[in-house]
């Protein structure tokens, strides 16, 4: 009987459609992948500290550990641990029984996992970009695409519960800010993807058969390299942008300050897509003789950069200031979702500016290891945003909290490690050191101090990461209970028991305001 009841076990966290499995999935999957990036990353940083001799790699396999590097960080750390956190908690907070086409949804964590894979088993293969062996980079190009449509297919969830599962006189402008966030992060997802997807096709069809419009192998990065660079990280962040402004006023105990102000914020971020579909110069139209002519050729300089670089930054900076102004005459709690949470999204906004900079053609920063200075930022950053979140939303989701003494430190290693792997990165292309080189670049100044305080900073958000999924995972299963409501929430997910059951809600819940929760205790009112 055990071991049946085991077996069954297994098999429903390899069959559920339930949005909290297929959540936690995704969570458990993203730590373990960014643990693997961060290994990576410490890996290729040592190797730049000595820049006359390969160490530890050798030139052929350098620029394929930089590739599964970054390709780990990202897709398969930060962003599965956004999209578990998505999927666990908005039919939550939305009111809902479920996640809308939660099969779907189910089937694209597959997808994705097996996409994700396979390319990191092309890229050991030397099939990444620039990868020697023809199969294997045909392996990888293929591999990409089912890892996109994947996260199409959650993504596309996602939206549609946003849209259409919410509790009855829930509108869009009263349903939680991280659900709000949601729905933003998963449109613009969905408006990039079909281009990422498209590029990388032109690409398998050119390197398969003819190799001479898109560059071969050595194209790869060229044509979609900017699905790993900014600022089509912002829109990866998008979604933990609005766990910061749900957790913030319950920190503080207070309302958010300007709500409407910290919906346009993230909703401005999400102009950030533009760069992940177009990529040629914006032309007005008004060129012609005379006074508008220098002014129309001004203006088409000036709009596109405004779009893809200003204007997101400054919907962080909105970001920033609403939850200021929240916790101006709050007393908030010392707790580890806020010391992640505002650590995380002041190294996002470090990673913006700093890339406003890069976007500059005649800072001379194209082409540097500056432009992995911003990457590091924007995405230790988000991933500190999805720890604080899981410290956050992880006693809902499994009934057990993580102790604050324990993680706050964590957070504050963590930014030590971030801050370090970022900063002397900037500073290092300054000075021209080459991005994607791991050896024979020379420069004046110290550039192994720089490229020793990157691997120093590797090393201690390596450490810190190991230490948050160790405490996590103790927590989780032998940590002290929760109760349904441990931070004293307003939204509707709090309303539930710890875990919740299967169908989340056993009535349906009827809301007349943004913090239906917070109504329900005024009015002495009971949810199950």
Known sequence: MPESASTSSVANWFTSADHKVVGRLFIGSGFVGFLGGLVLAVLVAFERIDAEGYQLLDKGAGS?????????????????????????????????????????????????????????????????????????????????????????????????????????????????????????????????????IGTTIYLYVDHRYARAGFGGNYGIGDWVGWSLSQPFTYVLAIPVLGFVLDMVPVMGRTRLAQRTAGNVAVGVVGVAVITAVVHSTVTLPWEGDGFFSGIGDKIADLLPFALLNLVPLLGLLGVLATAVLTLKSAKPRVAAPLAFGVLGLLMILLGAASHVLYAIEDAGLRGTIYEAGSYVAVTFGTAMLAFGAVCYWGPKLWGRTISDKAAIPLALLAFLGTVLGSIPYMIAGFADQPA?????????????????????????????????????????????????????????????????????????????????????????????
């Open 64 to 196: 394929q550990v930089l590739a599964a590097a970054r390709l780990l960080l990202t897709y398969g750390g930060v962003v599965p641990m956004v999209i578990g956190l998505v999927i666990a908690v908005v039919p939550l907070q939305l009111g809902s029984r479920s996640l809308a086409f939660s099969r779907t949804a189910a089937s694209g964590f597959w997808m994705w996992l097996t996409g994700l894979g396979l390319a990191i088993a092309s890229i050991i293969g030397n099939g990444g970009p620039g990868g020697g062996e023809a199969e294997m980079v045909d392996l990888y190009l293929a591999s990409t695409v089912v890892m996109y449509l994947g996260l199409g297919m959650v993504a596309l969830s996602v939206a549609v519960t946003a849209l259409t599962s919410r509790a009855p006189g829930m509108g869009l402008l009263r349903a939680p800010m991280f659900s709000w966030a949601s729905l933003v992060g998963a449109v613009t997802l969905l408006m990039a993807l079909p281009a990422l």
């Open 436 to 528: 994607g080189a791991l050896d024979e670049f020379v420069y004046d100044g110290p550039q192994e101090f720089w490229n020793l305080l990157t691997t120093a900073g590797f090393v201690l958000t390596l450490l810190s990461a190991l230490a948050f999924v160790a405490l996590a995972a103790r927590s989780f299963t032998e940590g002290d209970a929760a109760g349904d409501d441990p931070w004293d929430g307003t939204t509707l997910e709090w309303a539930t028991s710890s875990p919740p059951p299967a169908d989340n809600f056993s009535d349906v819940i009827v809301v007349g305001s943004d913090h239906p929760l917070a109504d329900m205790k005024n009015n002495s009112g009971k949810v199950g």
